[in-house]
């Protein structure tokens, strides 16, 4: 039953807040940006396919363009040479944008505590969220993925993200 | 047989002594006369040495039996029809004026002798383009000297812009600006890479374009090395297992055993036959797995998602018997030097028939859609082909040296864990095209899966693990309650196990081809110097040769055809 002012709307008009049914849109229709480098984009594959079936959640149509997405998948080891390469990436991505950090060579470096790979990619660009797991099983590609809805929920379109992150590269 | 390679060597090298390592042949020689023993042992018709495995460098700095030049540089040789391994020995005591290359020789040279550069800081005089290959440009230092500390990263700020690789390689085509003027068009310079779906990982592939013709092209990779080899050398034996599984990781179980044979082969280790058996079943599944994955991105690539889904999908079926049994879905660590982790389950051999005759049911479905397929057939017959030749110079091995009609696999030429025992084909190619080496791998599938039947039958019981106090863990009641028990236990955890001083190469056919790993041991329970002679990063070696002149579409299904794999390509 609506009240106040909804009443004298009738049945076609629903009123919301701007917030909420932006992020209700965003939040469902999450397209990924996979950056894929290594073992762990071999099991984002198994979560995109039919199995996990990962369209169950609305973020099915992977793009290999940044320009076309707003959640980027960060599914693998970042070493040195890559890491221009992902920040690059990451800025042509239009705002608002998200980052999952996948498995734990994304996230810390993992197994490779050594010369060449980056100690987690948060020094290069920032994430939102981050999964354990070396590598993560699909099920757990799908919890960030929630886990990324609810973030949106809680947001706002006039608040800028991130604005004050600084990484190595910068 | 090898015998006679000694004899041979010889007479032809009177003033070299060739030793017997294992079952293969060492020549130490001078590094002044590296040009001349390398041209002989590729051109005379006695010696025959067509492919260049690997090239690789050893710092000697902390070495306790110090030799007198603190660099060696080992080179990989092979002579496929008369199955010969030969490597050559040389010290260089001066890396700045290091050795002669030998690029002009074999095509493989080229990034072997880049990445010892690049890794050791050994100079190769009169290379072609002797720059970094898996470190980033503005690297300083080298990281696998002894004296490079393994944490000491260096950030990269920029990545490298190719341009003068690129024209030197359009100059050594003999195409210049006139040229292009002659023909009123204009060069245009395309990426492909290192992010981008085609690249299934991170290369990056430069090309200069004629219209949609590829006229020149190089290569950038090392995105993701992960420093293997460093890493390697500041762990047990053991320890090493669960990084082998990185390397190529759509069968990461094969790498174990590859690894873990080499160990073996070393310590004189006669593994249990069941053991054995369970290796042997074990490799072919997941070469199956290996070429399903390869198979299935491949025809993405063309466009064909549905063959994705019949392959994948077995390949996700697959995971429920691989992670009952390991405990993982991908990173299966299931080796240990002696054996294996564990038995198979209880009722393993259902599961297996039940996968592999799902397996066969979606690679015939997926055949149905590929075999008599025009816009298939049109697309890959007689494109980016590799010809025998460039294929051996490059050190191409596995299903894509068997495209071009070699027909060189270690399983059947060199034969471990019984291979001779098993009724199985090699699949051969004709003409090197991207369809042959597709066809390969889809025969290949169908015969590893008859290997996988007949070791099912042959399979005997018994112990998985040797009863050899070296490698092998006590039983927990021994480590509880008697004292030798737990130090035993104790000294394989914390030193590892323990090997010879000494050094060894040995191969093994992975689904990719050759995986070899070269071992320097000090005798201790950590390997002083860990090589892999991976695979794909010799086929990435010569992708250019396959696609120049080729289209560009071509280009990336030609790079899914030859199945690189990031992990093994960078270490
Ligand atoms: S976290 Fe593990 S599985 Fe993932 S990329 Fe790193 S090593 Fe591979």
Redesign the pocket.
Known sequence: MALGLEAGLGDSVLTTRLDEIINWGRQYSLWPMVFGT???AIEFMSAAASQHDISRFGAEVVRFSPRQADLMLV???ISYKQAPILKRIYEQMPDPRWVVSM????SSG??YDNYCTVQGIDTVIPVDVYIS???PRPEAVLDALIKIQEKIQTESVLVDRHIDFKGILD | MTDSLTDKLQVIFPDFEPRKVLDYTVLDVDSEAIPQVMKRLKTYPDLGFSMLLDITGIDYLTYPQRPAARFCVVYTLRNWKKNWLLQVRTPVADPDRGVESVAHLWGSADWAEREVYDQYGIIFRNHPDLRRILNHWQFEGHPLRKDYDIFKGQVCYQADSLEKEIRARLTAKGIDESTMQDINTEIMFLNLGPSHPATHGAIRIFTALDGETIIANVNEIGYLHRGFEKTAENRTYNQIIPLTD?LN?CSALMNNIGYVKAVESWLGLEITERAMFMRVILSEFFRVQDHLVCLAANLVDMGGLTNYWYLYNEKEASYDLISRLTGAR??SSFTRIGGMYRDFYEGWENDMERQLKDIEKGVNDSLKLVLQNRIVHDRTQGTCVLTPETALSYGYTGPNLRSTGISFDLRKDDPYYNYEAFDFCVPVGSYGDIYDRMMVRFEEIFESIKIIRQAMKMIPDGPVFVDDHRVALPPKDQVYNKIEGLANHFKLIFDGVKTPAGEWYDGYEAANGELGFHFVSDGSGTPYKLKVRPPCFYAMGGFHEMIEGEMIADAVINLGSINIIGGELDR
């Open positions: 290594a073992c762990c599914c693998g080891t498995g734990a060579c994304a993992g197994i797991g070396c590598p | 990185r990781y991908l990173t």
